[in-house]
């Protein structure tokens, strides 16, 4: 029997938008939103933007994500 892993439960229930980031079908939120929120244990605060370090937004791998508290500092940072 074949076990599914977290991606392949998460695909079930999700859908890759035209930009490439995969959000949840019933509340449209990021996946990758929504794994750094856990991994944070605390809802993420306004402004607070979540990077990809390997540039591959369907990797919501939790050690794949870093926060940022606004798009500025990210896109210093970043790019």
């Given at each position: 029997?074949k076990?599914?892993?977290?991606?392949?439960?998460?695909?079930?229930?999700?859908?890759?938008?035209?930009?490439?980031?995969?959000?949840?079908?019933?509340?449209?939120?990021?996946?990758?939103?929504?794994?750094?929120?856990?991994?944070?244990?605390?809802?993420?605060?306004?402004?607070?933007?979540?990077?990809?370090?390997?540039?591959?937004?369907?990797?919501?791998?939790?050690?794949?994500?870093?926060?940022?508290?606004?798009?500025?500092?990210?896109?210093?940072?970043?790019?």
């Amino acid at each position: 029997m074949k076990r599914k892993s977290s991606s392949s439960s998460h695909s079930a229930k999700t859908f890759v938008n035209k930009n490439g980031y995969r959000q949840f079908k019933d509340t449209g939120k990021y996946v990758h939103r929504h794994v750094e929120e856990k991994k944070l244990g605390r809802p993420l605060r306004p402004g607070e933007v979540v990077h990809h370090k390997d540039g591959n937004p369907l990797n919501n791998s939790p050690s794949n994500l870093k926060v940022y508290p606004n798009q500025s500092t990210h896109m210093k940072k970043e790019h």
